[in-house]
Protein backbone atom coordinates (compact mmCIF):
# COMPACT_ATOMS: atom_id res chain seq x y z
CA UNK A 1 0.00 0.00 0.00
CA UNK A 2 2.80 2.38 0.84
CA UNK A 3 4.57 1.65 -2.44
CA UNK A 4 1.27 2.53 -4.23
CA UNK A 5 1.28 5.41 -2.56
CA UNK A 6 5.41 6.27 -3.29
CA UNK A 7 3.76 5.38 -6.85
CA UNK A 8 1.14 7.93 -7.39
CA UNK A 9 3.16 10.86 -5.43
CA UNK A 10 6.12 10.46 -7.93
CA UNK A 11 3.77 10.85 -10.43
CA UNK A 12 2.37 13.73 -9.04
CA UNK A 13 5.91 15.39 -8.02
CA UNK A 14 7.18 14.54 -11.68
CA UNK A 15 3.85 16.75 -13.19
CA UNK A 16 5.14 19.23 -11.13
CA UNK A 17 8.53 19.27 -11.76
CA UNK A 18 7.70 19.71 -16.09
CA UNK A 19 7.05 23.70 -14.74
CA UNK A 20 9.96 23.61 -12.22
CA UNK A 21 12.57 26.04 -12.70
CA UNK A 22 14.49 26.32 -16.56
CA UNK A 23 17.85 26.26 -17.40
CA UNK A 24 20.19 27.75 -20.12
CA UNK A 25 21.48 24.54 -21.25
CA UNK A 26 18.18 22.84 -21.45
CA UNK A 27 16.66 25.76 -23.84
CA UNK A 28 20.22 25.36 -26.06
CA UNK A 29 18.94 22.06 -26.54
CA UNK A 30 15.62 22.68 -27.38
CA UNK A 31 16.82 25.58 -29.95
CA UNK A 32 19.05 23.14 -31.21
CA UNK A 33 16.74 20.35 -32.02
CA UNK A 34 14.75 23.15 -33.16
CA UNK A 35 16.92 24.26 -35.93
CA UNK A 36 17.76 20.44 -36.63
CA UNK A 37 14.26 19.60 -37.37
CA UNK A 38 14.04 23.18 -39.29
CA UNK A 39 16.56 21.23 -42.04
CA UNK A 40 19.66 22.84 -40.68
CA UNK A 41 22.70 20.79 -39.91
CA UNK A 42 24.51 19.98 -36.50
CA UNK A 43 28.50 21.76 -36.48
CA UNK A 44 28.34 22.35 -39.70
CA UNK A 45 25.00 25.08 -39.78
CA UNK A 46 24.29 25.02 -35.77
CA UNK A 47 26.75 25.26 -33.32
CA UNK A 48 27.21 23.57 -30.45
CA UNK A 49 29.68 21.54 -27.42
CA UNK A 50 27.01 18.56 -27.11
CA UNK A 51 27.07 15.35 -28.59
CA UNK A 52 24.51 14.24 -31.21
CA UNK A 53 22.25 11.92 -29.39
CA UNK A 54 21.21 14.74 -26.86
CA UNK A 55 19.11 16.16 -29.60
CA UNK A 56 17.39 12.85 -30.21
CA UNK A 57 14.09 13.14 -28.63
CA UNK A 58 13.89 17.06 -29.06
CA UNK A 59 14.30 16.62 -32.78
CA UNK A 60 11.25 14.25 -33.02
CA UNK A 61 9.30 16.10 -31.09
CA UNK A 62 10.44 19.60 -33.18
CA UNK A 63 9.35 17.69 -36.41
CA UNK A 64 5.99 16.89 -35.31
CA UNK A 65 5.85 20.86 -34.21
CA UNK A 66 6.86 23.32 -31.80
CA UNK A 67 6.99 22.32 -28.47
CA UNK A 68 7.15 24.41 -24.87
CA UNK A 69 10.14 23.35 -22.13
CA UNK A 70 7.16 20.64 -20.22
CA UNK A 71 6.94 18.60 -23.70
CA UNK A 72 10.84 18.24 -23.66
CA UNK A 73 10.91 17.21 -20.21
CA UNK A 74 8.51 14.21 -20.42
CA UNK A 75 10.86 12.07 -22.29
CA UNK A 76 13.30 12.44 -19.14
CA UNK A 77 10.46 11.69 -16.87
CA UNK A 78 9.61 8.13 -19.06
CA UNK A 79 13.31 7.74 -19.07
CA UNK A 80 13.75 7.95 -14.81
CA UNK A 81 11.17 5.42 -14.71
CA UNK A 82 12.93 2.70 -17.22
CA UNK A 83 16.03 3.70 -14.94
CA UNK A 84 13.59 2.81 -12.05
CA UNK A 85 12.32 -0.80 -13.82
CA UNK A 86 15.17 -1.84 -14.48
CA UNK A 87 16.91 -1.57 -10.78
CA UNK A 88 13.52 -3.42 -9.90
CA UNK A 89 14.63 -5.89 -12.60
CA UNK A 90 17.72 -6.43 -11.77
CA UNK A 91 18.30 -10.28 -10.73
CA UNK A 92 20.25 -8.41 -7.95
CA UNK A 93 17.27 -6.59 -6.90
CA UNK A 94 14.06 -8.78 -7.76
CA UNK A 95 14.58 -11.76 -5.56
CA UNK A 96 14.84 -9.61 -2.59
CA UNK A 97 11.21 -10.50 -0.24
CA UNK A 98 12.08 -6.71 0.93
CA UNK A 99 12.27 -5.28 -2.63
CA UNK A 100 9.08 -3.09 -2.02
CA UNK A 101 10.45 -0.84 0.72
CA UNK A 102 13.65 -0.04 -1.25
CA UNK A 103 11.85 0.49 -3.90
CA UNK A 104 9.91 3.33 -2.81
CA UNK A 105 13.26 4.61 -1.52
CA UNK A 106 15.08 4.55 -4.90
CA UNK A 107 12.06 6.32 -6.74
CA UNK A 108 11.73 8.98 -3.89
CA UNK A 109 15.36 9.50 -4.26
CA UNK A 110 15.47 9.67 -8.71
CA UNK A 111 11.93 11.40 -8.77
CA UNK A 112 12.50 14.58 -5.55
CA UNK A 113 16.18 14.63 -4.57
CA UNK A 114 18.04 15.57 -7.94
CA UNK A 115 16.25 18.10 -9.29
CA UNK A 116 17.50 20.83 -6.36
CA UNK A 117 20.89 21.51 -5.70
CA UNK A 118 21.51 22.70 -9.03
CA UNK A 119 21.90 19.58 -10.71
CA UNK A 120 18.37 19.84 -12.63
CA UNK A 121 17.72 16.24 -12.60
CA UNK A 122 14.15 16.87 -14.27
CA UNK A 123 15.74 18.59 -16.94
CA UNK A 124 16.57 18.21 -20.55
CA UNK A 125 20.29 18.16 -20.64
CA UNK A 126 22.61 15.37 -21.63
CA UNK A 127 23.98 14.81 -18.16
CA UNK A 128 20.87 13.80 -16.60
CA UNK A 129 20.13 11.42 -20.22
CA UNK A 130 23.80 9.89 -19.28
CA UNK A 131 23.18 9.55 -15.69
CA UNK A 132 20.13 7.44 -15.85
CA UNK A 133 21.46 5.21 -18.75
CA UNK A 134 24.44 4.56 -16.54
CA UNK A 135 21.81 3.56 -14.01
CA UNK A 136 20.50 0.77 -16.77
CA UNK A 137 23.83 -0.63 -17.93
CA UNK A 138 24.00 -1.74 -14.09
CA UNK A 139 21.33 -2.20 -12.92
CA UNK A 140 20.01 -4.15 -16.02
CA UNK A 141 23.70 -5.60 -17.10
CA UNK A 142 27.20 -4.74 -15.68
CA UNK A 143 26.03 -5.53 -12.05
CA UNK A 144 24.70 -9.30 -12.82
CA UNK A 145 27.75 -9.34 -15.24
CA UNK A 146 29.54 -9.69 -11.76
CA UNK A 147 27.90 -10.97 -9.55
CA UNK A 148 26.85 -14.03 -11.75
CA UNK A 149 27.60 -14.40 -15.77
CA UNK A 150 24.81 -16.81 -15.79
CA UNK A 151 22.37 -13.91 -14.84
CA UNK A 152 22.69 -12.71 -18.56
CA UNK A 153 20.38 -13.12 -20.81
CA UNK A 154 20.74 -11.74 -24.43
CA UNK A 155 18.19 -9.07 -23.72
CA UNK A 156 20.47 -7.97 -20.97
CA UNK A 157 23.73 -8.05 -23.01
CA UNK A 158 22.06 -6.63 -26.29
CA UNK A 159 20.57 -3.70 -23.88
CA UNK A 160 23.77 -3.25 -21.97
CA UNK A 161 26.09 -2.74 -25.06
CA UNK A 162 23.64 -0.82 -26.90
CA UNK A 163 23.80 1.92 -24.07
CA UNK A 164 27.33 2.10 -23.28
CA UNK A 165 28.00 2.43 -26.60
CA UNK A 166 25.56 5.71 -26.96
CA UNK A 167 27.06 7.13 -24.16
CA UNK A 168 30.31 9.00 -25.72
CA UNK A 169 27.51 10.35 -28.45
CA UNK A 170 25.57 12.00 -25.72
CA UNK A 171 29.34 13.85 -24.76
CA UNK A 172 33.27 13.01 -25.53
CA UNK A 173 33.69 13.11 -21.92
CA UNK A 174 31.95 9.69 -21.05
CA UNK A 175 34.19 7.60 -23.54
CA UNK A 176 36.20 6.44 -20.06
CA UNK A 177 33.36 5.80 -18.32
CA UNK A 178 32.23 3.59 -21.41
CA UNK A 179 35.38 2.02 -21.78
CA UNK A 180 35.36 0.53 -18.53
CA UNK A 181 31.64 -0.18 -18.36
CA UNK A 182 32.28 -2.24 -21.73
CA UNK A 183 35.00 -4.27 -19.72
CA UNK A 184 34.12 -4.72 -16.40
CA UNK A 185 31.17 -6.18 -17.94
CA UNK A 186 32.45 -8.17 -20.82
CA UNK A 187 32.11 -12.36 -20.72
CA UNK A 188 33.75 -14.66 -22.46
CA UNK A 189 30.59 -16.73 -22.84
CA UNK A 190 28.85 -13.79 -24.33
CA UNK A 191 31.85 -12.09 -26.47
CA UNK A 192 30.25 -12.74 -29.65
CA UNK A 193 26.97 -11.44 -28.91
CA UNK A 194 28.71 -8.37 -26.60
CA UNK A 195 30.61 -7.53 -29.89
CA UNK A 196 27.96 -7.33 -32.22
CA UNK A 197 25.39 -5.30 -30.02
CA UNK A 198 28.23 -2.80 -28.90
CA UNK A 199 28.76 -2.36 -32.82
CA UNK A 200 25.31 -1.90 -33.58
CA UNK A 201 25.22 0.92 -31.17
CA UNK A 202 28.23 2.53 -32.68
CA UNK A 203 26.04 1.88 -35.74
CA UNK A 204 23.18 3.68 -35.12
CA UNK A 205 24.28 6.73 -33.41
CA UNK A 206 26.71 7.30 -36.43
CA UNK A 207 23.77 6.88 -38.63
CA UNK A 208 21.75 9.36 -36.86
CA UNK A 209 25.13 11.84 -36.84
CA UNK A 210 24.90 11.49 -40.39
CA UNK A 211 21.39 12.33 -41.13
CA UNK A 212 21.27 15.63 -38.35
CA UNK A 213 24.70 16.89 -38.68
CA UNK A 214 28.51 16.82 -40.15
CA UNK A 215 30.96 14.31 -39.40
CA UNK A 216 33.92 16.95 -39.95
CA UNK A 217 31.72 19.75 -37.71
CA UNK A 218 31.74 17.37 -35.12
CA UNK A 219 35.38 16.26 -35.11
CA UNK A 220 35.74 20.38 -35.66
CA UNK A 221 33.39 21.87 -32.35
CA UNK A 222 32.81 18.73 -30.47
CA UNK A 223 35.80 17.13 -30.30
CA UNK A 224 38.86 19.84 -31.18
CA UNK A 225 37.01 22.50 -29.29
CA UNK A 226 36.08 21.14 -26.48
CA UNK A 227 39.79 18.85 -26.06
CA UNK A 228 41.91 22.52 -27.24
CA UNK A 229 40.35 25.28 -27.05
CA UNK A 230 37.65 25.54 -24.50
CA UNK A 231 40.33 24.21 -22.01
CA UNK A 232 42.13 27.58 -22.07
CA UNK A 233 38.79 29.30 -20.68
CA UNK A 234 37.04 26.18 -18.76
CA UNK A 235 40.71 24.99 -17.13
CA UNK A 236 40.48 22.11 -18.53
CA UNK A 237 38.72 18.17 -18.34
CA UNK A 238 41.71 15.65 -17.89
CA UNK A 239 42.77 13.96 -15.13
CA UNK A 240 44.13 16.45 -13.05
CA UNK A 241 40.33 18.12 -13.30
CA UNK A 242 39.25 14.82 -12.13
CA UNK A 243 41.38 14.24 -9.30
CA UNK A 244 40.42 17.53 -8.14
CA UNK A 245 36.75 16.98 -8.41
CA UNK A 246 36.81 14.14 -6.73
CA UNK A 247 38.89 15.07 -3.56
CA UNK A 248 36.87 18.13 -3.78
CA UNK A 249 33.60 15.70 -2.11
CA UNK A 250 35.92 14.21 0.26
CA UNK A 251 37.62 17.28 1.50
CA UNK A 252 36.60 19.61 4.12
CA UNK A 253 35.78 22.38 1.17
CA UNK A 254 33.05 20.36 -0.12
CA UNK A 255 29.34 19.98 1.58
CA UNK A 256 28.72 17.36 3.91
CA UNK A 257 26.30 15.47 2.32
CA UNK A 258 29.03 15.19 -0.60
CA UNK A 259 31.52 14.11 1.99
CA UNK A 260 28.87 11.45 3.21
CA UNK A 261 27.88 10.35 -0.02
CA UNK A 262 31.50 10.03 -1.58
CA UNK A 263 31.54 7.37 2.28
CA UNK A 264 28.10 5.60 1.31
CA UNK A 265 29.79 4.73 -2.21
CA UNK A 266 32.92 3.59 -1.01
CA UNK A 267 30.77 1.66 1.05
CA UNK A 268 28.27 0.38 -1.91
CA UNK A 269 31.33 -0.77 -4.33
CA UNK A 270 32.86 -2.61 -0.86
CA UNK A 271 29.47 -4.42 -1.16
CA UNK A 272 29.73 -5.29 -4.64
CA UNK A 273 33.61 -6.01 -4.51
CA UNK A 274 31.79 -8.64 -2.08
CA UNK A 275 29.70 -10.16 -4.88
CA UNK A 276 32.48 -11.07 -7.89
CA UNK A 277 33.99 -14.41 -7.33
CA UNK A 278 37.38 -13.53 -7.45
CA UNK A 279 40.94 -13.34 -6.08
CA UNK A 280 41.21 -9.40 -6.61
CA UNK A 281 37.57 -7.39 -7.31
CA UNK A 282 38.97 -6.13 -10.73
CA UNK A 283 35.27 -6.00 -12.34
CA UNK A 284 34.20 -4.16 -9.10
CA UNK A 285 37.19 -1.35 -9.25
CA UNK A 286 36.94 -0.63 -13.02
CA UNK A 287 32.91 0.18 -12.32
CA UNK A 288 33.89 2.31 -9.58
CA UNK A 289 36.57 4.51 -11.34
CA UNK A 290 33.54 4.30 -14.49
CA UNK A 291 31.69 6.10 -12.28
CA UNK A 292 34.15 8.54 -10.55
CA UNK A 293 35.04 9.67 -14.10
CA UNK A 294 31.15 10.75 -14.41
CA UNK A 295 32.68 13.60 -11.83
CA UNK A 296 34.96 14.98 -15.08
CA UNK A 297 33.12 17.80 -15.45
CA UNK A 298 32.36 18.77 -11.17
CA UNK A 299 29.90 17.92 -9.22
CA UNK A 300 26.88 20.40 -9.56
CA UNK A 301 24.57 20.42 -12.57
CA UNK A 302 27.40 18.42 -14.72
CA UNK A 303 27.58 15.99 -12.04
CA UNK A 304 23.95 14.68 -12.45
CA UNK A 305 25.22 11.72 -14.73
CA UNK A 306 27.54 10.80 -11.31
CA UNK A 307 24.67 11.42 -8.50
CA UNK A 308 21.90 9.42 -10.78
CA UNK A 309 24.68 6.56 -11.13
CA UNK A 310 25.14 6.92 -7.18
CA UNK A 311 21.31 6.21 -6.63
CA UNK A 312 21.49 3.26 -9.09
CA UNK A 313 24.27 1.35 -7.40
CA UNK A 314 23.57 2.15 -3.82
CA UNK A 315 20.10 0.96 -4.35
CA UNK A 316 21.57 -2.53 -5.60
CA UNK A 317 23.27 -2.47 -2.68
CA UNK A 318 20.17 -2.39 -0.13
CA UNK A 319 18.96 -5.15 -2.04
CA UNK A 320 21.91 -7.27 -0.77
CA UNK A 321 20.00 -6.62 2.96
CA UNK A 322 17.35 -9.30 4.20
CA UNK A 323 15.46 -7.62 6.83
CA UNK A 324 14.09 -9.43 10.31
CA UNK A 325 10.58 -8.42 11.05
CA UNK A 326 12.16 -5.78 13.29
CA UNK A 327 14.36 -4.36 11.06
CA UNK A 328 11.10 -3.99 8.67
CA UNK A 329 9.57 -1.82 10.95
CA UNK A 330 12.28 0.48 10.89
CA UNK A 331 12.57 0.71 6.95
CA UNK A 332 9.07 1.44 6.82
CA UNK A 333 9.07 4.46 9.32
CA UNK A 334 12.02 5.69 6.17
CA UNK A 335 9.01 4.61 3.88
CA UNK A 336 6.87 7.22 5.63
CA UNK A 337 9.33 9.78 5.50
CA UNK A 338 9.41 9.81 1.89
CA UNK A 339 5.78 9.73 1.28
CA UNK A 340 6.10 13.26 2.96
CA UNK A 341 9.12 14.26 1.11
CA UNK A 342 6.93 13.53 -2.22
CA UNK A 343 3.48 15.36 -0.66
CA UNK A 344 5.38 17.97 1.22
CA UNK A 345 4.62 20.83 -1.70
CA UNK A 346 1.03 20.45 -1.26
CA UNK A 347 0.56 19.51 2.77
CA UNK A 348 2.80 22.22 3.95
CA UNK A 349 3.87 24.94 1.09
CA UNK A 350 5.58 25.11 -2.36
CA UNK A 351 8.79 26.19 -1.42
CA UNK A 352 10.33 23.28 -2.90
CA UNK A 353 8.89 23.78 -6.30
CA UNK A 354 8.64 27.32 -5.82
CA UNK A 355 11.03 28.43 -8.17
CA UNK A 356 8.66 28.70 -11.70
CA UNK A 357 9.48 28.38 -15.17
CA UNK A 358 9.24 31.93 -17.07
CA UNK A 359 6.22 31.44 -19.35
CA UNK A 360 7.21 34.61 -21.45
CA UNK A 361 9.16 37.81 -21.43
CA UNK A 362 8.80 41.24 -22.60
CA UNK A 363 11.65 40.52 -25.99
CA UNK A 364 9.15 37.68 -26.88
CA UNK A 365 6.00 39.33 -26.95
CA UNK A 366 8.04 41.94 -28.56
CA UNK A 367 9.31 39.75 -31.21
CA UNK A 368 5.47 38.42 -31.62
CA UNK A 369 4.43 41.86 -32.41
CA UNK A 370 7.22 43.24 -34.89
CA UNK A 371 8.10 40.13 -36.51
CA UNK A 372 6.47 37.68 -38.73
CA UNK A 373 6.66 34.04 -37.92
CA UNK A 374 9.57 33.37 -40.59
CA UNK A 375 12.00 35.95 -38.83
CA UNK A 376 14.99 35.39 -36.74
CA UNK A 377 16.06 36.67 -33.50
CA UNK A 378 19.39 37.04 -31.53
CA UNK A 379 19.62 36.21 -27.80
CA UNK A 380 22.79 36.80 -26.74
CA UNK A 381 25.13 35.99 -25.20
CA UNK A 382 23.63 33.20 -23.51
CA UNK A 383 19.89 33.67 -23.06
CA UNK A 384 18.30 30.90 -25.14
CA UNK A 385 14.77 31.04 -23.53
CA UNK A 386 14.31 34.29 -25.70
CA UNK A 387 14.13 32.25 -28.44
CA UNK A 388 11.34 29.99 -26.74
CA UNK A 389 9.47 32.79 -25.29
CA UNK A 390 9.45 34.90 -29.31
CA UNK A 391 9.04 31.53 -30.84
CA UNK A 392 11.88 32.57 -33.50
CA UNK A 393 14.59 30.63 -34.62
CA UNK A 394 18.11 31.92 -34.22
CA UNK A 395 19.48 34.62 -37.07
CA UNK A 396 22.71 32.86 -36.58
CA UNK A 397 23.61 29.33 -36.09
CA UNK A 398 25.83 30.90 -33.83
CA UNK A 399 22.66 31.03 -31.58
CA UNK A 400 24.46 31.76 -27.99
CA UNK A 401 28.01 33.47 -28.13
CA UNK A 402 30.80 32.78 -26.20
CA UNK A 403 34.41 33.24 -26.06
CA UNK A 404 35.48 30.42 -27.45
CA UNK A 405 33.76 30.42 -30.38
CA UNK A 406 35.11 33.24 -31.16
CA UNK A 407 38.74 32.14 -30.55
CA UNK A 408 38.05 29.35 -32.34
CA UNK A 409 37.18 31.23 -35.36
CA UNK A 410 40.51 32.44 -35.52
CA UNK A 411 41.87 28.75 -36.92
CA UNK A 412 38.84 26.57 -37.63
CA UNK A 413 38.67 23.48 -38.56
CA UNK A 414 38.34 20.73 -41.39
CA UNK A 415 36.69 23.86 -43.22
CA UNK A 416 33.86 24.10 -40.39
CA UNK A 417 33.43 27.64 -39.63
CA UNK A 418 30.03 29.85 -38.32
CA UNK A 419 30.40 33.54 -38.62
CA UNK A 420 27.83 35.36 -36.07
CA UNK A 421 28.46 38.70 -37.60
CA UNK A 422 28.57 37.79 -41.09
CA UNK A 423 25.24 35.91 -40.13
CA UNK A 424 23.77 38.84 -38.25
CA UNK A 425 24.85 41.49 -41.47
CA UNK A 426 23.22 39.15 -43.59
CA UNK A 427 19.79 38.25 -42.33
CA UNK A 428 19.64 41.59 -40.28
CA UNK A 429 17.17 40.49 -37.92
CA UNK A 430 14.71 43.03 -36.77
CA UNK A 431 15.55 42.28 -33.12
CA UNK A 432 18.33 40.96 -30.60
CA UNK A 433 18.52 40.53 -27.45
CA UNK A 434 21.93 41.46 -25.93
CA UNK A 435 23.25 41.07 -21.93
CA UNK A 436 26.88 41.71 -22.92
CA UNK A 437 27.59 38.57 -20.32
CA UNK A 438 31.49 39.36 -18.60
CA UNK A 439 31.90 35.49 -19.11
CA UNK A 440 33.23 33.85 -15.74
CA UNK A 441 33.71 37.18 -14.33
CA UNK A 442 36.77 37.22 -16.71
CA UNK A 443 35.94 37.99 -20.34
CA UNK A 444 34.17 41.24 -20.81
CA UNK A 445 31.64 41.12 -23.91
CA UNK A 446 33.69 43.68 -26.23
CA UNK A 447 36.96 40.88 -25.57
CA UNK A 448 34.58 38.49 -27.76
CA UNK A 449 32.14 40.03 -29.96
CA UNK A 450 33.89 43.39 -30.97
CA UNK A 451 32.08 42.90 -34.49
CA UNK A 452 28.68 42.16 -33.01
CA UNK A 453 28.67 45.29 -31.09
CA UNK A 454 29.77 47.07 -34.55
CA UNK A 455 26.78 46.19 -35.93
CA UNK A 456 24.78 47.26 -32.91
CA UNK A 457 26.27 50.60 -33.34
CA UNK A 458 25.60 50.84 -37.03
CA UNK A 459 22.66 49.83 -37.45
CA UNK A 460 20.64 49.00 -34.19
CA UNK A 461 18.78 51.54 -31.50
CA UNK A 462 18.70 50.30 -27.95
CA UNK A 463 15.04 50.35 -25.88
CA UNK A 464 15.79 52.76 -22.85
CA UNK A 465 16.23 50.63 -19.65
CA UNK A 466 16.02 47.26 -21.82
CA UNK A 467 19.00 44.69 -22.99
CA UNK A 468 16.44 44.86 -26.48
CA UNK A 469 18.15 45.84 -29.72
CA UNK A 470 16.16 47.32 -32.34
CA UNK A 471 17.11 47.87 -36.02
CA UNK A 472 16.67 51.33 -36.49
CA UNK A 473 13.82 50.98 -39.28
CA UNK A 474 11.36 49.03 -36.26
CA UNK A 475 12.30 51.10 -33.63
CA UNK A 476 9.72 53.35 -33.67
CA UNK A 477 7.22 50.47 -33.55
CA UNK A 478 8.69 48.89 -31.05
CA UNK A 479 8.77 51.67 -28.89
CA UNK A 480 5.19 52.58 -29.49
CA UNK A 481 3.98 48.64 -28.49
CA UNK A 482 6.31 48.57 -25.16
CA UNK A 483 5.07 51.63 -24.05
CA UNK A 484 1.02 50.41 -24.81
CA UNK A 485 2.09 47.30 -22.58
CA UNK A 486 3.12 49.40 -19.75
CA UNK A 487 0.25 51.53 -19.70
CA UNK A 488 -2.39 48.19 -19.87
CA UNK A 489 -0.12 46.40 -17.37
CA UNK A 490 -0.57 49.83 -15.32
CA UNK A 491 -3.94 49.85 -16.05
CA UNK A 492 -4.85 46.61 -14.80
CA UNK A 493 -2.77 46.97 -11.66
CA UNK A 494 -4.70 49.32 -11.12
CA UNK A 495 -8.13 48.07 -11.85
CA UNK A 496 -6.84 44.99 -8.92
CA UNK A 497 -5.76 47.28 -6.19
CA UNK A 498 -9.69 48.80 -6.56
Known amino acids: MLLGLVVLLALWYQVKLLDYVEWGDESETIIAARMLASGMHLYSEVFNHHGPLVFLSGYLLELA ?27 LFSENPDKHIFLAIIIT ?3 SLLPGHQLYGHAYIYQVIAGLMVVIIAAHYTLPAIADARQLSHARVATGSIL ?9 TYLPAAALLFLCSLRRASLRWTLACTLAGLICNVAFLGLIGS ?18 YNGGQGIARLIKNMLSMILATAPIESFLSFMGLFIGFAAVADLEKARFPWRSTLLAVAIATLLLRGVEF ?5 WYAYIGVMALCLAQLHLTQKQQLIWQILV ?13 GDDLLSEKRKESTTFGELAKAITNKNDRVIAYSFQNFEYLSADRLPA ?103
Open 302 to 306: HGAAF
Open 109 to 111: AMI
Open 164 to 172: IACLPFLAI
Open 396 to 498: SGDFFYLPWQEKYNESPRFGIRINACDDIKRTEPKLMLIDKWMVFGKYPWDSYAGCVQGVLDARYRQIPNELIFVRSDYYDRAVAFLALKKKSSLRSALLDAH
Open 215 to 232: FKGYMAYHIYLNAQILPL
Open 65 to 91: GHFSVASHRVPIAVLQWLAIFAVYRSP
Open 336 to 348: LFCVFRLAYPTLV
